[in-house]
């Protein structure tokens, strides 16, 4: 079955987004996102949208271009502290944000993705996260629960998809896409290289065709680096 379309716009309007939608985007930081699909949400003009994302991109770029447009009406995120349009909206009040832990934040889309409601974690227990939770003592040991998360529509970005929705991830930028595309009820995939069915092998699938609705080669990406570290090399004049 060729799930593949041209565009990222013609993607979005067969999955009919609308306001108030919640969406899964993936990438860590700005490695792994789908670079074309959400400049596509920034045009459709949808708003009072919930993201479920690891962060909130940089203030030009990323999940950034839906803040500055203000687009989102909440976001559900790991770690924000590189974008000063995403303080500002927290700030005034005019963004909701729900914090999460790293790991509970990966686990509760994969429990949401394999159909599982909630599980316990001890992260988070005597701090803020706790509050207003369901704890339970296992072992001597207190755990908190967490809910499973699941959405709409989730976007991701893979290395290499074909036109049956089967996608390679490469290296670190498989983070969060690979869970995020089982859970939501509509899954669009963006690919840096789309193949005809049987070019991939089938041992080097990380996330099966079954979980995507469609699939589409992005263009022009920027992949950008949030923030650039380096050290002199050993030996260098300094």
């Known amino acids: 079955m060729d799930k593949s379309l041209k565009t990222a716009r013609e993607a979005l309007e067969k999955a009919e987004i609308k306001d108030g939608m919640t969406i899964m985007v993936g990438g860590f930081g700005?490695?792994?996102?789908?670079?074309?699909?959400?400049?596509?949400?920034?045009?459709s003009g949808v708003k009072n949208l919930t993201v479920i994302s690891n962060n909130a991109g940089v203030d030009d770029f990323g999940l950034g271009l839906l803040l500055q447009t203000r687009q989102i009406k909440k976001m559900v995120s790991t770690y924000v502290g590189e974008n000063a349009t995403f303080e500002k909206q927290f700030l005034d009040g005019s963004l909701e944000l729900e914090f999460v832990p790293q790991g509970t934040f990966a686990e509760r889309i994969r429990a949401g993705g394999a159909g599982i409601p909630a599980f316990y974690t001890p992260a988070g227990v005597g701090t803020v996260i706790a509050e207003g939770k369901e704890t339970r003592v296992f072992n001597d040991k207190e755990y908190i629960m967490e809910k499973g998360l699941r959405a709409d529509l989730a976007l991701v970005?893979?290395?290499?998809?074909?036109?049956?929705?089967?996608l390679q991830y490469r290296k670190t930028a498989r983070n969060f896409?690979?869970?995020?595309a089982t859970a939501a009820d509509f899954t669009i995939a963006e690919v840096e290289h789309l193949v005809e069915i049987g070019q991939i092998?089938?041992?080097?699938?990380?996330?099966?065709?079954?979980?995507?609705n469609l699939i589409l080669q992005g263009e022009k990406y920027e992949k950008r680096i949030?923030?650039?570290?380096?050290?002199?090399?050993?030996?260098?004049?300094t």
Do not use: F, W
């Open 30 to 43: 700005l490695c792994g996102i789908p670079e074309n699909l959400i400049a596509a949400l920034r045009d």
């Open 226 to 237: 949030e923030q650039r570290t380096n050290r002199p090399k050993s030996g260098a004049r």
């Open 201 to 212: 092998d089938p041992d080097c699938v990380h996330t099966p065709g079954i979980y995507v």
């Open 157 to 166: 970005k893979a290395y290499r998809g074909d036109k049956a929705g089967n």
């Open 177 to 180: 896409n690979p869970m995020m």
